[in-house]
């Protein structure tokens, strides 16, 4: 495997990769189905939350990280105990929500102060930590790449939270789904043609 395809992997996994995907979109394809077959709120939220448990165990089993397999667990609990409490399903996803408002403010917020976040993330496993600050055309690329994820964070909640608001689930749910896979995928790889354009720093500077 060539050393661009190696980093463009450590890209793509550390920004999620495909099992943060599978953790994250499964339980909510299942709790839709489910409410619309059943018109069930808790068989809804049952059905995403076992099947959230099953994909933990199997990682579990496969010796991946605790984290991978823990995480998608606990962000479906948190959408469970939303919808759970209110009643509504349109609330199972009031946390998907408020996550892409955190990390699109977080994302913004890195790009202003003059750390974009993808450099914390990336610098440190492409080998260069934080040398990249040092160096004007790293930074640069690893500044244009979080402006993509900040678009896209945004953009989920301009679209979403109107949908939301309308209390119309199937709608949200297919759209939450339409704006989740193809475009995380998109980002990253975007991302990643945009960093791949500046020579490494341990290349540069080393």
């Known amino acids: 495997m060539s050393e ?14 495909k ?25 809804a939220i049952m ?27 606990f962000g479906v609990l948190i959408c469970a105990y939303f919808a759970h409490k209110s009643g509504h399903a349109t609330d199972f996803y009031i946390p998907k929500l408020l996550t892409n408002l955190a990390y699109g403010s977080a994302y913004l917020i890195g790009n202003i102060v003059g750390w974009p976040l993808l450099g914390l993330v990336l610098g440190p496993l492409l080998g260069e930590n934080f040398l990249w600050r040092n160096d004007p055309a790293r930074k640069r690329v690893y500044t244009r790449a979080s402006w993509i994820w900040v ?28 704006m989740g ?24 500077l080393g």
């Open 151 to 178: 678009a896209l964070f945004f953009l989920r909640i301009i679209v979403q939270y109107p949908i939301y608001k309308s209390g119309n689930v199937n709608l949200l749910g297919t759209v939450n789904l339409a």
């Open 181 to 204: 896979y193809p475009l995380f995928i998109a980002a990253a790889y975007l991302s990643w043609l945009v960093i791949k354009t500046a020579p490494p720093v341990h290349k540069t």
């Open 47 to 73: 059905g995403a939350v076992i099947l959230s448990c099953v994909l933990a165990i199997v990682r579990l089993a496969m010796k991946d990280t605790v984290q991978h397999a823990l995480s998608g667990l």
């Open 19 to 43: 099992k943060g995907l599978i953790d994250s979109g499964l339980p909510s394809i299942v709790f839709l189905i489910v409410f619309n077959v059943e018109h069930n709120l808790r068989n």
């Open 4 to 17: 661009h395809n190696a980093d463009r992997d450590k890209v793509m996994a550390a920004l999620g990769g």
